[in-house]
């Protein structure tokens, strides 16, 4: 089975700072992918930025960008100039490459959260 | 197409109760998922439909919970003799199928169970 580790539960960062936050994962898949959700303190979850595993070039979405080592399993995400916006809990998750859909669930971290000092 | 719709938002029931709750996905998303979140976790799987077919439950998902989704549109999850245990929040979700999509989802209903 399929796990997400977030080790970090509490980040904080100032603004217009950069901050990274840390996630791993376990699969002995080769194909799969990764996704970073935002879940502000209305509750909904917002899909942040996706990496197919496949994929050597790291994604990349505005002040969003990930660090994807797929030897290691790691999968961070960097926000460059920090908004007080972007304060929240972040989940990294988990998604096999399944096109039939029997297998198409999301694996989330137990998420990390994120503070920004104005 | 307003997003993902759940309701209620909140539902408080005593134990032993059942309750019963909504999903209405994107239209043109043709997989469902249900999902329960506690405070400060992440959210866990609990089944997942394609079109009307339930393809995946959770063990989290004891015969205390069913869920539908007749005609493939919306679905309902029902908890039968409702336990301390359960408050939550529920968390529905939809997507279009095709691996590289991540979920649209909805805003909750949040049980609480006294």
């Known amino acids: 089975a399929q796990t997400v580790t977030q080790s970090q539960p509490e980040m904080s960062v100032q603004e217009a700072e950069t901050v990274t936050l840390s996630c791993t994962y376990d699969?002995?898949?080769?194909?799969?992918?990764l996704f970073w959700y935002k879940q502000p303190p209305s509750r909904q979850m917002i899909l942040v930025i996706r990496q197919e595993a496949y994929k050597q070039q790291n994604a990349t979405e505005n002040r969003f960008s990930v660090n994807f080592q797929k030897a290691a399993k790691s999968f961070s995400l960097k926000i460059s100039d920090s908004q007080l916006g972007d304060a929240a809990m972040y989940f990294c998750?988990?998604?096999?490459?399944?096109?039939?859909?029997?297998?198409?669930?999301?694996?989330f971290g137990k998420g990390i959260t994120l503070s920004v000092r104005p | 197409d307003t997003g993902v719709s759940q309701d209620p938002r909140h539902k408080i029931t005593k134990r032993g109760q059942n309750v019963t709750f909504r999903c209405d996905p994107i239209?043109?998303?043709?997989?469902l998922y249900w999902y329960r979140q506690t405070l400060g976790q992440g959210p866990e799987f609990l089944t997942y439909?394609?079109?009307?077919?339930?393809?995946?439950k959770s063990r989290l998902l004891s015969d205390r919970f069913s869920a539908e989704r007749p005609k493939g549109s919306f679905s309902t999850l029902e908890i039968q003799r409702t336990e301390q245990g359960d408050s939550a929040m529920y968390l529905c979700a939809s997507s279009s199928g095709g691996s590289h999509y991540g979920y649209t989802f909805g805003s909750g209903t949040r049980l609480t169970v006294v």
């Open positions: 699969t002995s898949e080769s194909d799969y992918y």
């Open positions: 998750a988990y998604r096999s490459e399944d096109w039939s859909g029997a297998n198409s669930k999301l694996t």
């Open positions: 239209s043109e998303h043709n997989r």
């Open positions: 439909f394609q079109n009307e077919a339930q393809l995946e």
